[in-house]
Structure formats: C-alpha cells, structure tokens
C-alpha cells in the first residue's frame, strides 16, 4: 500500500505513526479524485484519540498543513480518520 501513496499520505502516515503506540497498525489510502485526494487514516483499536487529540487539535493541525501544502501544488487534501 505504502508504493502507492504520494508525498502527503506519506506525511500524514509519518505524523500518525509518530503518535501512537502501535505503528504497524496504521494504515493509509488516498483516493485521488479531479480535484480532491482524499486521504484515509486507519488507526489499531484504542488508538483513534491519540490521532484526533483534545477536541480535535491534532486532527485539525494535520488538516491544516494538508490545506497549506495543497495551495502550493494548487491541490485540494481532504484527511478522513477512519475506525
């Protein structure tokens, strides 16, 4: 799965890995649309809040440095943290 991941999954996959306990359970998919990529965040189980933080702050900084480096590539990131 890794082969397939471009520069931002690869980040996002890095940032998750670097948060939780369990590092072979993360896993990462981007589904590249016309103008979207969506990226998927699997985390093991128990592990979800360590990716999400308090009130969503650790979901929200990785979302903003997906938006931050999307405008220099003029591409559009969307992070979806999946169960």
């Not at 360590?50 to 900084?61: D, L």
Request: hydrophobic share 45%.
């Amino acid at each position: 799965m890794q082969d397939q991941l471009g520069p931002m999954g690869l980040l996002v996959e890095a940032i998750a890995k670097a948060l939780v306990d369990d590092e072979g359970a993360v896993r990462v998919n981007e589904v590249v649309g016309e103008q979207v990529t969506v990226i998927e965040l699997r985390t093991g189980t128990g592990e979800l809040g360590k990716v999400i933080g308090k009130h969503g702050r650790t979901a929200n900084a990785v979302r903003v440095l997906l938006g931050a480096a999307g405008m220099k590539i003029s591409r559009r990131f969307t992070l979806e943290i999946l169960e």
